[in-house]
């Protein structure tokens, strides 16, 4: 049996008055004029907000056909909590259609989630939420993710989903195509798919002058480690060096990832003389190359080919 349908119901026999039509517009006043959309928890005391406590109020004595109402309403922050509320209260709601009906909402909300204040579409915050919430099943957040790639959606969420999701067998010709265009989130799509005769899109794309501006050629070539792409990640080095010079040493992560996915006796030497090339009197270089090439070992497992780089790792990091 679900419980929170019970809890919501309790709620409004705690609160003893029935609701009203003029306290119900209240509340969606109330959340319409704040600032922004609230967690359960806000602040150095992680303590309830004003703002969360009438969203408390309204998702305890709303009705469900009223909170579906909210979900147009003109405030994003209204429309935000009418999604929770309903989420909250495992109301069985058409979710495929309210998701849909916010692929295109691109009205700025300000989140407030612990200590962490952060402006966002709402879209996005909808979408997130339904992630979390597991709100979809497998086969609605492929339906998903193709209208937001059909419908070029300016949200966040399309680039998620092009990053995160194996897309069907008959959608890949629109990734492919949108590879050869240069959308990054979908060469990383495409490699998913494992196609061979792809490999020379993969390669145009680790070879472009702005390779390390973002991550995608690199988590493209983890998801499609041919070994054909090995000599190409390693002829990057200059490029990655002037990266850590130019004090972006953090995109090297997916790049040293890339490379490691190989699980090879090649991938392990040219990581392991990265490492060791880097100058002791760079210190901050090679403490941040460290860490990087750590934590990526970590991801990769007990492969035995990678022993004398994690080795030499643990001496770096003690000495």
């Known amino acids: 049996m679900r419980s929170a349908p019970i809890l919501f119901l309790l709620l409004s026999v705690l609160l003893s008055v029935p609701l009203s039509a003029q306290t119900f517009d209240e509340l969606v006043r109330t959340l319409a004029a704040a600032e922004s959309l609230d967690s359960e928890a806000v602040g150095s005391d992680g303590a309830r907000s004003d703002t ?9 004595t709303a009705t469900r056909a009223q909170l579906e109402k ?12 009418a999604v929770r509320a309903l989420a909250d209260r495992e109301e069985a709601v058409d979710w495929p259609a309210v998701l849909q009906a916010r692929a295109a909402d691109t009205q700025k909300v300000i989140t407030f989630e612990g200590c962490v204040r952060s402006e966002q579409q709402l879209g996005d915050v909808v979408v997130a939420l339904a992630r979390d919430r597991k709100l979809l099943s497998a086969e609605q957040w492929l339906d998903f993710a193709e209208l937001l790639v059909q419908q070029h959606s300016p949200l966040y969420a399309r680039e998620w989903t092009l990053r995160n999701l194996h897309f069907r067998d008959g959608f890949l010709h629109t990734i492919r195509d949108l590879a050869k265009s240069g959308d990054g ?16 899109l993969l390669v145009a794309w680790l070879s472009r002058d702005g390779v390390f501006d973002d991550t995608t ?29 130019a004090g972006y040493g953090h995109r090297l992560r997916e790049w040293f990832g890339a490379i490691a996915t190989q ?3 090649g991938a392990a030497a040219f990581l392991l003389r990265f490492v060791q090339d880097t100058p002791p009197e760079q210190a901050l270089r090679r403490r941040q190359v460290v860490e990087l090439l750590g934590e990526v070992m970590a991801a990769a497992g007990d492969a ?4 004398e780089l994690r080795a030499e790792l643990e001496r770096l990091r003690r000495s």
């Open 52 to 60: 969360f406590r009438t969203f408390e109020l309204l998702r305890g």
């Open 70 to 81: 909210l979900l147009s309403h003109d405030s994003a922050i209204v429309r935000g909590y």
């Open 185 to 200: 989130p979908a060469q990383v799509a495409l490699a998913r798919y494992g196609v061979k005769k792809d490999l020379p």
């Open 217 to 245: 050629a690199f988590l493209a070539a983890q998801q499609h480690a041919d070994p054909s792409l090995l000599p190409v990640l390693i002829g990057l080095e200059a490029k990655a060096r002037a990266a850590i010079a």
């Open 263 to 265: 699980q090879s006796a």
């Open 304 to 307: 035995a080919v990678f022993a």
